[in-house]
Nanobody, 123 residues
Framework: QVQLVESGGGLVQAGGSLRLSCEAS????????MSWFRQAPGKQRELVARISKGGAPDYRDSVEGRFSISRDNSKNTVILQMTSLKPEDTAIYYC?????????????????WGQGTQVTVSS
């Protein structure tokens, strides 16, 4: 199977920056879209940013211009650089990947999630 391991969360003051990293490992044939979602207490999980295999990024409106998503296909890694953080960015951040999984001589696609990393922005 495939595992996603996130790192880089923490506590930061408003206006500060954090860098989240997520590395995929396991029976990977290839990785298509990689994304970051977040879930604040009492709210639904929402898409923050997505990046295609070719490197085309897409952001939710509230983080456009403040967050930057990138990936290194050679390392199966996706990065979320967050700047000008606001208290409303406080949430658990989850890495997500659409993976073509290698199973013997077969390849099938599936979606995997990381365990989540807490980001807390104080005012």
């Amino acid at each position: 199977q495939v595992q996603l391991v996130e790192s880089g969360g923490g506590l930061v003051q408003a206006g500060g920056s954090l860098r989240l990293s997520c590395e995929a490992s396991g029976s990977i044939f290839s990785i298509n879209d990689m994304s970051w979602f977040r879930q604040a207490p009492g709210k639904q999980r929402e898409l923050v940013a997505r990046i295609s295999k070719g490197g085309a990024p897409d952001y939710r409106d509230s983080v456009e211009g403040r967050f930057s998503i990138s990936r290194d296909n050679s390392k199966n890694t996706v990065i979320l650089q967050m700047t000008s953080l606001k208290p409303e960015d406080t949430a658990i951040y989850y890495c997500n990947a659409e993976v073509d999984v290698l199973a013997g001589t077969t390849v099938y696609d599936s979606v995997f999630w990381g365990q989540g990393t807490q980001v807390t922005v104080s005012s």
